[in-house]
């Protein structure tokens, strides 16, 4: 999805839900829509902490909740209970190092295909899923 077409996305949803469009959720909409990988709401809050326009953190609580409710980003929940963010993108999976917390993002066309047959089997029409393997990356295994 285009950074254009997620943006139209995001205001139609604030429209459609009777909220105010605002510089500062479409501030933190644009830095959201430019982490490189999976972020954390302190990641958002400290960039804006230290940006000219300065947001509350309750603020940026708020337009995270809201820009996931439009469907535009999701989380992961890791180890520690903590919620991790990524933006919507084409379905992959998630391997979660237990010592680190590395996330490593996956796509086996071969396991899809067995879900497939394993929902068939029970009668079992899937609309989603999400997978998340926990264990110990290589970087951590080599330092044991």
Known sequence: MSDQHALQQFIDFLQAEGKNITRER??????????????????????????KHRISRATVYRT?????????????????????YETVKEHHDHMICEVCGKIMEFYDRDLEDLQNIICNSYHFTP???????????????KKK
Request: aromatic share 6%; net charge positive; hydrophobic share 35%.
């Open 26 to 51: 479409l501030d933190i909409f644009n830095e959201v829509l430019h982490q490189k990988s999976h972020f954390q709401i302190k990641d958002i809050i400290q960039k804006k902490s230290n940006s």
């Open 127 to 141: 609309v989603r899923h999400t997978m998340k393997i926990f264990g110990i990356c290589e970087g951590c295994q």
């Open 64 to 84: 995270i909740k809201t820009i996931e409710e439009a469907g535009l980003i999701k989380y992961i929940r890791t180890i520690n209970d903590e919620k991790i």
